[in-house]
């Protein structure tokens, strides 16, 4: 399965509210190559983060309990060899992946996918619904599932969003997101990786009407918490609709972690493709004229602008909107998200 920024220094990378909003703070130059440094790690650290939060509250307790039985469970499961039209010496690691257990192929294909193994990209699409019921969330599939999502390559991004839908015998169907929603309304404990896979279901095409209006719901709820998994929601499932929604936490959410987590989603993290990621970029400069934002805030939108086009204009607005303008593209759509407070 996917870039703080570090607008000022200080003891943890990250300005205080108080620094954040007083003038010293918003004048300090932000180097380019600083914001796209700090929106990487913090993609990074607070999806982490944000993940291992969930896991204490939704599924560590379950993992653990299976700790205990896997092995013996292994031993009474036999084998289910990978799909492999092809064996030969030619590739032999390969050959030897597919007298795997199920939950050691997942996990050997994924971290080979994650190294630019063509052929386990391959693998993984061809065993994915064998795999469905057989594999367990261990603490090391897991890991290799965030390590996937913040790949480069789309294609690696989408095998660990599969793996982890089918190591949580999640189907794509209608009745997953039914069972999905079931526990979103009757357990708010457990609304934090639900509202995360349940973008992922989206993603994959199931009901992603229902999908998105479920996650935009949630993302106006008055608990921090849930509104970042239904912010973390809107990336995975990763449509066209689910820009708008991220750029209006962006500019108004009254978390700074929601609102950093909007930045990375828009930026970098998520099922976004790069030119979803473009369509922001307009909006994005409408942003830098709004009194209603703090300059921490403004500093997540330049940092959001610097990753998604590479372009390195600092803290110019000018400079930003007079290359957009001659950025040389077919189409650059005019949209402006719903509520959004722009000059």
């Known amino acids: ?106 996990e050997r294909l994924l971290e080979l996918a994650i190294h630019r193994r063509e052929s386990s990209l391959e693998l993984i699409d061809q065993n994915l619904e064998g795999w469905r019921g057989r594999l367990e969330n261990t603490d090391h599939l897991f890991r290799l599932v965030l390590a996937a999502l913040e790949s480069e390559d789309p294609r690696v991004r989408t095998a660990g969003l599969e793996i982890d839908l089918a190591a949580s015998n999640l189907s794509k169907s209608p009745q997953s997101v039914a069972y999905l929603l079931s526990q979103i309304n009757s357990d708010p404990g457990r609304r934090s ?54 750029l209006t936490i962006l500019a108004h959410d009254p978390s700074k972690k929601n609102r950093e987590r909007a930045a990375c989603n828009l930026a970098r993290s998520g099922m976004l493709t790069g030119e979803q990621r473009l369509t922001a970029v307009p909006q994005l400069l409408n942003l830098l004229d709004d009194d209603s934002i703090d300059g921490a805030t403004q500093d997540l939108v330049y940092a959001a602008l610097h990753s998604i086009t590479g372009a390195d204009f600092g803290k110019d607005p000018d400079a930003w909107r007079e290359w957009w303008a001659h950025h040389d593209r077919p189409e650059k759509p005019h949209r402006i998200p719903r509520g959004l407070s722009l000059a």
């Open 1 to 106: 399965m996917d870039a703080p920024l570090k607008p000022v220094s200080g003891p943890t990378g990250l300005p205080s509210e108080s620094q954040a909003s007083s003038p010293r703070a918003i004048g300090l130059p932000l180097r380019p190559r600083r914001l796209a440094l700090g929106l990487t790690i913090l993609a990074m650290l607070s999806t982490t983060a944000g993940f291992q939060i969930a896991r204490l509250q939704d599924a560590w307790a379950k993992w653990h309990r299976a700790t205990s039985v896997r092995a013996a469970f292994r031993l009474e499961t036999p084998p289910s060899p990978v799909s492999d039209s092809k064996p030969s010496a030619a590739n032999p690691e390969m050959e030897k992946i597919s007298r795997l257990a199920p939950q050691q192929q997942a």
């Open 193 to 246: 990786l639900t509202l995360w896979r349940l973008g992922s279901l989206g993603n994959r095409g199931v009901d992603t009407a229902t999908v998105l209006a479920t996650l935009l719901r949630y993302s106006r709820d008055p608990n921090p918490q849930t509104r970042f998994w239904a912010i973390e929601g809107l990336a995975m499932l990763g449509t066209d609709e689910s820009i708008d929604p991220l």
